[in-house]
């Protein structure tokens, strides 16, 4: 009686068992394919080249075996592992494999005499690269390709100006299956610089350096006025040097910044926008910055080093816009910082987790000053990370938080390599049509040879791509079509390709879609739509720096020392007082409307490079304040922040 009551108790249960120790062998197995992925990248990066054709097929792998075990096929997906998941993965080995074996002959005939089993795999790979992106970026790449595949094989029957080419199936699947196409500069940016770049950011987080940065953060700007939202800017600043994604920075340093705002007096929207548009600035912070900046240096053909140069003032002047907004509306509102008691030692702080320095102080060293490339400044950091870790039992690289580093950085590549792969081949439909050349034409005819219409129609374009896209992706897009076209209008390459990369940035904190507001909205428990207005308000500011980026080389750091340090004081002053201007107080006084409209344009003189706009500016907000000194009255503090 006890036996058949235990055997019908084993029967029940064993589905559910089942279905549970299968889950747990496809964690294994993920993990374990995450380490070997992170070992042998390290290892063909560092030690031996196993040749940039192969390198870049054994990275696309990853998402081959990958994204079908951790990204659903369809909503409400029930089973762990579909069937059709299975397809995926050994279709995938089996073209990485043709790609592998056949390499060194197939770059001499893609395009021109492909055989019957290159257009059978690359039609393979084409489809692959579709649903993968279609899992884990979503539908609008996919729709972009699918748009620029109809056009390459019927451009022919296209209306007026858009009449082109019509390609055969087999040419353009030839074409896409090549360096030119899905193993082209995207893929091959992501294989070396930023699949490399993520792991250092993830072994940071395993070694507790987010804790440090948070902590830091407390320390230098708790006390002030509004101190939890200037703790948000410092940490989400630092965290950028981890992350390097705007969503990323709003889960880790949001979840305790955001309810510490609104405990000191900030309601939750404006809490969550804070939130937002700091954690977005993490995007364009040297020196790990985005992927897109890896892609950037690969496209303009500089060294990072230089990227990471050029963005230091830009990133600097974006953070001082949000951090004086926050002090002025703490101001207008009476808040008050956190006391002291309550707050972190910074010296305290520095001596637990300063040791963590190092290996940012060594990557900056190497890549800004002794201008080696990437790879070698990521090794040679991570190489000092895994030492100093040591120094304290907290921070200790273990092998397990190695483990820990290999399978949360490889997973979260996962989307900027889809990314890139869909990039990839969106670059060669491009070259393939000569839309790219076409579109950039286009955009120089309708601005008219006019510099500033081109910069506008350009910033419209990239932020609508943006909204539905990753940053890289969208960079990258937007790249290809419009800094040639900037670039024919007289802006350095470099300026042109940073004006396009601020405004990808930026498309997070964009409505209507305001992707990084969602996860902020989220945290602070206010409707996600109005988070993302508020944001977009407090980084307006940010809107502008492009701009400045490209009538002010300067801030760029190129030019005399004495121009660069006059063009940063007018720029800054000019950010003052465009948050003055959105704010509405200044000195203790409430700013009147009119006032604000005069503040305003006197700071959008400033961001024209020359004397005459910015006396034009300076005497705009000077006349302004004098007036406000000796006629206005002091500011009355509400009880909330709108």
Not at 278 to 288: D, E, F, L, N, V
Not at 365 to 378: C, G, H, Q, T
Not at 581 to 601: E, K, M, Q, S, Y
Not at 630 to 639: F, N, P
């Amino acid at each position: 009686m006890t036996e058949a009551a235990t055997a019908e108790s084993v029967s029940v249960q064993t589905p559910e068992t089942s279905q549970r120790e299968l889950g747990q062998r496809i964690g294994w197995f993920v993990a374990g394919f995450c380490v070997v992925a992170a070992l042998a990248h390290i290892y063909w990066l560092g030690i031996q080249s196993p040749g940039v054709l192969n390198l870049r097929a054994f990275h696309l792998l990853i998402p081959f075996v990958l994204v079908p075990l951790l990204y659903a096929g369809w909503k409400g997906a029930v089973a762990r592992v579909h069937w059709s998941d299975v397809i995926l993965i050994i279709a995938g080995l089996a073209s990485t494999i043709y790609t592998l074996v056949e390499g060194p002959s197939m770059i001499y005939r893609y395009g021109v005499m492909p055989t019957d089993l290159d257009l059978v795999f690359g039609g393979i790979i084409l489809l692959l690269v579709l649903e993968l992106t279609r899992r884990a970026v979503g539908w609008a790449l996919v729709i972009i390709i699918l748009l620029m595949l109809a056009y390459s094989l019927f451009g022919g029957y296209a209306p007026g100006i858009f009449v082109n080419r019509s390609f055969s199936w087999e040419r353009v699947v030839s074409f896409l299956f090549s360096m030119d196409g899905v193993y082209g500069i995207p893929i091959g940016v992501s294989s070396t610089y930023i699949y490399l770049f993520i792991l250092f950011g993830a072994m940071l987080q395993f070694s507790k350096a987010g804790d440090f940065y948070i902590d830091l953060a407390y320390s230098i700007a708790g006390r002030s006025r509004g101190g939890p939202a200037k703790v948000s800017i410092f940490a989400s600043a630092l965290m950028g040097t981890v992350s390097g994604t705007g969503i990323g920075n709003v889960v880790t340093t949001g979840a305790l910044t955001i309810p510490l705002m609104k405990r000191a007096g900030f309601k939750a929207v404006f809490a969550g926008a804070i939130e937002a548009v700091a954690s977005t600035g993490g995007q364009i912070m040297p020196p790990i910055m985005g992927a897109g900046a890896f892609l950037m240096a690969e496209f303009v053909r500089v060294p990072y080093g230089e990227i990471i140069i050029a963005a230091i003032l830009p990133a600097f002047l974006y953070f001082l816009s949000v951090y004086l907004i926050v002090d002025l509306e703490a101001g207008k509102r009476g808040l008050r910082g956190l006391k002291k008691e309550e707050l972190p030692q910074a010296v305290a702080v520095l001596r637990q987790w300063g040791h963590l320095l190092l290996p940012i102080v060594v990557l900056v060293y190497m890549l800004a000053i002794e201008n080696v490339s990437p790879i070698r400044a990521a090794l040679y950091s991570m190489g000092t990370l895994l030492i100093v870790s040591w120094l304290r039992q907290e921070s200790r690289l273990t092998p397990r938080r190695l483990m820990d580093t290999a399978v949360s950085g490889t997973k979260g590549s996962l989307e900027v390599i889809v990314s890139c792969a869909a990039a990839g081949l969106i670059m060669g439909l491009f070259s393939l049509t000569g839309t790219g050349l076409r579109l950039s034409a286009w955009v120089a005819t309708i601005s008219g040879g006019s510099l500033i219409v081109a910069m506008v129609l350009t910033m419209i374009v990239t932020i609508i791509l943006s909204m539905g896209l990753p940053t890289t992706a969208a960079y990258i897009i937007s790249a290809a079509v419009l800094a040639p076209a900037l670039h024919d209008l007289g802006v350095e390459l470099l300026q042109a390709h940073l004006f396009i990369f601020y405004f990808a940035c930026l498309s997070g904190i964009t409505p209507p879609v305001a992707l990084v507001a969602i996860p902020a909205g989220s945290i602070a428990g206010a409707n996600p739509f109005a988070v993302g207005v508020r944001a977009f308000q407090i980084a307006l500011a940010g809107f502008i720096i492009p701009y400045m980026i490209v009538f002010s080389p300067e801030l760029i750091l190129k030019g005399e020392p004495f121009a660069i340090v006059l063009s940063l004081i007018t720029a800054s002053i000019g950010i003052w007082a465009l948050a003055v201007a959105l704010i509405g107080h200044a000195f203790d006084h409430a700013v009147p409307i009119l006032a604000r409209f005069v503040v305003a344009a006197g700071a959008l003189a400033l961001i024209f490079a020359g004397w005459q706009t910015d006396v034009v500016g300076l005497g705009l907000i000077a006349a302004v304040f004098i007036y406000q000194r000796l006629t206005g009255k002091k500011a009355v503090a509400d009880d909330a922040v709108r």
